[in-house]
């Protein structure tokens, strides 16, 4: 029996036709030998040149268009219908001279970035950037060893539609997730990424002057070492210092200049810092020395080979940077319950302190305690005084019963107690659920501070924390009496600063709260459901209003028969409802591909 012979194998040929009209390529035309830069006429005389060598007089009629061209860079944007893409692009890519010396054209892949700050959407530019200025920014964030999802590289086919489609998207997700990344969206590599204007300043330089001014009429300082991006700020810096006769003796020096919520004058600014030197409580960092001007602070600390709470929760070095020690721990272990219990009663006695004497703080959070022993030390008192943003203000922000200076340090102290007790920060801001923990006390004090319900009624004050029962029993046993004496002048300039900061956050929350109104009744206009019942209803008008109108006929022809004039209306159908009227909002082509895409900064 014969076997049968398996059919014949059959191909099918498709052709993926694009719906766009017009193909945009960014070029850069490289003159290796040097010589006059062609002006822009002379450069599209170069690419008809290489259409008309390449695919003869019926290439060089292709209409192509020069966009923008950069006589500096000899780069320049094109726009050509996209059936001719394949011919441009083959003909720019063979073309090897240029007036009798060697050029060649590149063809570069870039992508428009629109990056909007805080929810104005007048606040917002955008960028350019090419693939290879995304895999430098991962390369420099792999310090972080977290894992970045970087679309890969690719050698062959990289220029495909479908392949730069697919990488768009890739790289707008890998843009989400650094920009919703608490640490990475404020690191300085991110920040100068995507607003490359507002972050071009050397902030280490402008330190260094600003502290060699100062040592000039305090030869007694001496800077060992700067101590590089071991903060989160991007304008505050830290240098490792030692007095010259006490030479193994080692301070900590923080330069920073003011920020947006400085309201202090600057006589009331100097004074306030200076004054800072001469605080002294069990639970408040020693300042050795705090000077101000009327552009920047500067303070001198002793430096703690310990480190901060937060080193200690991480297992970090003190000395290394901020992404490296907190991004991502290789461990994730909260603190034991009595350590729990007597760290947090230290704090919130300082915070309470602080709070007695009209003294705004802020900005408390893991790595701004510092550890002397089995003793929590707050840091950073001159942060308010110089108005510079706290580390959690993007979640405070969102909720408008956080709108006292007091409110803000006990939702931060939420964040403290979750990091001491998790070894980790809170996924979400609200939590819905807490992971088990070593005591139902504490899960007590986070939900009354972290949870929606919280969020909606307002923060509990510090007095109740310390009435509840995780804190209640702690014993203190250190003895020190506190003083901090703030003059009665100084009191009033300091609580005028507060209503001020407070104003300022009430106004942001005001904003965030009605765009977020806003964004959600264009989401639910725009949802399928809505869409359907719209349709729905717009056809029950239509049937209506068809119904309406021949009743309306009907009648007049009545009339008109019964009037026995002798002169009958023409018969017409019933006019056709009205559709009801759409907005519509035209988008323009790119003056790039891909298309642009959107990042919340």
């Given at each position: 029996?014969?076997?049968?012979?398996?059919?014949?194998?059959?191909?099918?040929?498709?052709?993926?036709?694009?719906?766009?009209?017009?193909?945009?390529?960014?070029?850069?035309?490289?003159?290796?030998?040097?010589?006059?830069?062609?002006?822009?006429?002379?450069?599209?005389?170069?690419?008809?040149?290489?259409?008309?060598?390449?695919?003869?007089?019926?290439?060089?009629?292709?209409?192509?268009?020069?966009?923008?061209?950069?006589?500096?860079?000899?780069?320049?944007?094109?726009?050509?219908?996209?059936?001719?893409?394949?011919?441009?692009?083959?003909?720019?890519?063979?073309?090897?001279?240029?007036?009798?010396?060697?050029?060649?054209?590149?063809?570069?892949?870039?992508?428009?970035?629109?990056?909007?700050?805080?929810?104005?959407?007048?606040?917002?530019?955008?960028?350019?950037?090419?693939?290879?200025?995304?895999?430098?920014?991962?390369?420099?964030?792999?310090?972080?060893?977290l894992s970045l999802p970087l679309p890969p590289k690719k050698l062959i086919g990289n220029m495909e539609r479908e392949f730069i489609a697919e990488r768009q998207k890739g790289l707008q997700a890998y843009l989400d997730v650094i920009t919703t990344h608490h640490i990475l969206s404020n690191c300085e590599l991110v920040k100068k990424f995507l607003d490359p204007n507002s972050?071009?300043?050397?902030?280490?330089?402008?330190?260094?002057?600003?502290?060699?001014?100062?040592?000039?009429?305090?030869?007694?300082?001496?800077?060992?070492?700067?101590?590089?991006?071991?903060?989160?700020?991007?304008?505050?810096?830290?240098?490792?210092?030692?007095?010259?006769?006490?030479?193994?003796?080692?301070?900590?020096?923080?330069?920073?200049?003011?920020?947006?919520?400085?309201?202090?004058?600057?006589?009331?600014?100097?004074?306030?810092?200076?004054?800072?030197?001469?605080?002294?409580?069990?639970?408040?960092?020693?300042?050795?020395?705090?000077?101000?001007?009327?552009?920047?602070?500067?303070?001198?600390?002793?430096?703690?080979?310990?480190?901060?709470?937060?080193?200690?929760?991480?297992?970090?070095?003190?000395?290394?940077?901020?992404?490296?020690?907190?991004?991502?721990?290789?461990?994730?272990?909260?603190?034991?319950?009595?350590?729990?219990?007597?760290?947090?009663?230290?704090?919130?006695?300082?915070?309470?302190?602080?709070?007695?004497?009209?003294?705004?703080?802020?900005?408390?959070?893991?790595?701004?305690?510092?550890?002397?022993?089995?003793?929590?030390?707050?840091?950073?008192?001159?942060?308010?005084?110089?108005?510079?943003?706290?580390?959690?203000?993007?979640?405070?922000?969102?909720?408008?019963?956080?709108?006292?200076?007091?409110?803000?340090?006990?939702?931060?102290?939420?964040?403290?107690?979750?990091?001491?007790?998790?070894?980790?920060?809170?996924?979400?801001?609200?939590?819905?659920?807490?992971?088990?923990?070593?005591?139902?006390?504490?899960?007590?004090?986070?939900?009354?501070?972290?949870?929606?319900?919280?969020?909606?009624?307002?923060?509990?004050?510090?007095?109740?924390?310390?009435?509840?029962?995780?804190?209640?029993?702690?014993?203190?046993?250190?003895?020190?009496?506190?003083?901090?004496?703030?003059?009665?002048?100084?009191?009033?300039?300091?609580?005028?600063?507060?209503?001020?900061?407070?104003?300022?956050?009430?106004?942001?929350?005001?904003?965030?709260?009605?765009?977020?109104?806003?964004?959600?009744?264009?989401?639910?206009?725009?949802?399928?459901?809505?869409?359907?019942?719209?349709?729905?209803?717009?056809?029950?008008?239509?049937?209506?209003?068809?119904?309406?109108?021949?009743?309306?006929?009907?009648?007049?022809?009545?009339?008109?028969?019964?009037?026995?004039?002798?002169?009958?209306?023409?018969?017409?159908?019933?006019?056709?409802?009205?559709?009801?009227?759409?907005?519509?909002?035209?988008?323009?082509?790119?003056?790039?591909?891909?298309?642009?895409?959107?990042?919340?900064?």
């Amino acid at each position: 029996m014969a076997r049968a012979e398996p059919p014949a194998a059959t191909f099918e040929r498709r052709v993926l036709r694009s719906a766009a009209e017009h193909h945009y390529l960014r070029v850069r035309l490289e003159l290796p030998d040097g010589g006059a830069r062609p002006s822009v006429a002379q450069f599209k005389q170069l690419v008809v040149s290489a259409l008309r060598e390449l695919h003869g007089e019926v290439g060089a009629a292709l209409p192509v268009d020069v966009l923008t061209y950069e006589e500096k860079t000899l780069s320049a944007i094109l726009r050509v219908v996209s059936s001719g893409l394949v011919k441009l692009w083959s003909a720019l890519t063979l073309l090897g001279f240029y007036q009798n010396r060697r050029c060649a054209f590149r063809v570069l892949q870039e992508y428009i970035i629109r990056v909007q700050r805080g929810v104005s959407a007048e606040n917002s530019w955008q960028i350019v950037r090419r693939y290879s200025d995304f895999d430098l920014l991962n390369n420099s964030l792999q310090i972080s060893t977290l894992s970045l999802p970087l679309p890969p590289k690719k050698l062959i086919g990289n220029m495909e539609r479908e392949f730069i489609a697919e990488r768009q998207k890739g790289l707008q997700a890998y843009l989400d997730v650094i920009t919703t990344h608490h640490i990475l969206s404020n690191c300085e590599l991110v920040k100068k990424f995507l607003d490359p204007n507002s972050y071009s300043v050397n902030y280490t330089e402008i330190a260094l002057q600003h502290v060699s001014m100062f040592f000039r009429s305090e030869p007694k300082w001496e800077v060992v070492e700067p101590l590089k991006d071991i903060g989160w700020r991007i304008r505050k810096k830290y240098f490792l210092m030692k007095i010259k006769n006490q030479p193994k003796e080692r301070l900590m020096l923080s330069w920073a200049d003011p920020g947006p919520d400085k309201y202090l004058s600057d006589k009331d600014l100097q004074y306030a810092v200076k004054l800072l030197s001469s605080c002294s409580h069990p639970y408040i960092y020693k300042i050795t020395f705090a000077t101000a001007n009327e552009s920047s602070a500067l303070v001198i600390r002793p430096f703690s080979e310990k480190g901060t709470l937060k080193d200690l929760i991480y297992k970090a070095k003190p000395k290394d940077p901020f992404l490296k020690k907190y991004c991502n721990p290789k461990k994730i272990q909260g603190l034991e319950l009595q350590q729990i219990k007597t760290y947090g009663r230290q704090i919130l006695e300082v915070l309470k302190f602080l709070h007695e004497k009209g003294f705004p703080y802020g900005h408390l959070h893991s790595a701004n305690v510092m550890l002397d022993g089995d003793t929590c030390k707050l840091l950073d008192l001159e942060n308010s005084l110089l108005g510079l943003p706290s580390f959690y203000r993007s979640y405070f922000s969102q909720f408008r019963k956080i709108n006292t200076l007091e409110g803000v340090d006990v939702h931060c102290f939420g964040h403290l107690l979750y990091e001491m007790t998790y070894g980790r920060p809170p996924d979400t801001i609200p939590v819905d659920s807490f992971p088990p923990a070593p005591s139902v006390f504490v899960v007590s004090v986070l939900e009354s501070i972290l949870t929606c319900e919280a969020m909606k009624n307002g923060m509990p004050t510090v007095s109740r924390l310390l009435q509840m029962p995780l804190f209640s029993d702690v014993l203190l046993t250190n003895s020190e009496k506190p003083q901090f004496k703030i003059p009665t002048k100084l009191k009033e300039a300091l609580k005028t600063s507060k209503e001020c900061i407070e104003k300022r956050l009430t106004e942001e929350q005001k904003l965030i709260h009605q765009h977020r109104r806003l964004t959600r009744a264009q989401s639910h206009h725009g949802s399928e459901e809505e869409k359907k019942k719209r349709k729905i209803l717009a056809r029950k008008k239509s049937k209506r209003s068809a119904y309406e109108s021949g009743e309306e006929h009907s009648a007049k022809y009545s009339n008109s028969n019964n009037s026995g004039s002798g002169a009958s209306s023409p018969l017409t159908s019933p006019s056709s409802p009205t559709p009801p009227s759409t907005a519509g909002i035209k988008f323009t082509a790119s003056d790039l591909l891909p298309i642009p895409f959107n990042t919340l900064f």
